[in-house]
């Protein structure tokens, strides 16, 4: 089992700046590629960005150029550093992390962002 906590979310104005956090813990060896997602009510969660444990990464294009996805692999903490937020960035966010040989999927509880002047 994998357990993952999210913080950081917020309200920030447009063009501000948010950095999320996401804290694993448990059999965080077992997992191979952590990720951010988005979700808006009635909509389905949305992929921001992913990163892999060899540190590969990739970026939905409404947030390349803005949005960075890092790991501290020592602290087990990912983070999703968000600059020049624009209102429709508005979701939840959810810390996802996949267990590498058997893909088992684990969610933290998500965090709200809020860009709004």
């Known amino acids: 089992q994998v357990q993952l906590v999210e913080s950081g979310g917020g309200l920030v104005q447009p063009g501000g700046s948010l950095r999320l956090s996401c804290v694993a813990s448990g059999n965080t060896f077992s997992i191979g590629s952590y990720a951010w997602y988005y979700q808006i009510p009635g909509k389905e969660r949305e992929l921001v960005a992913k990163i892999t444990t060899s540190g590969t990464t990739n970026y939905a294009d409404s947030v390349k150029g803005r949005f960075s996805i890092s790991r501290d692999e020592k602290n087990n903490t990912l983070y999703l550093q968000m600059n020049d937020l624009k209102p429709e960035d508005t979701a939840v966010y959810y810390c996802?992390?996949?267990?590498?040989?058997?893909?088992?999927?684990?969610w933290g509880q998500g965090t709200q962002v809020t860009v709004s002047s």
């Open positions: 996802y992390a996949q267990q590498a040989w058997t893909r088992l999927p684990y």
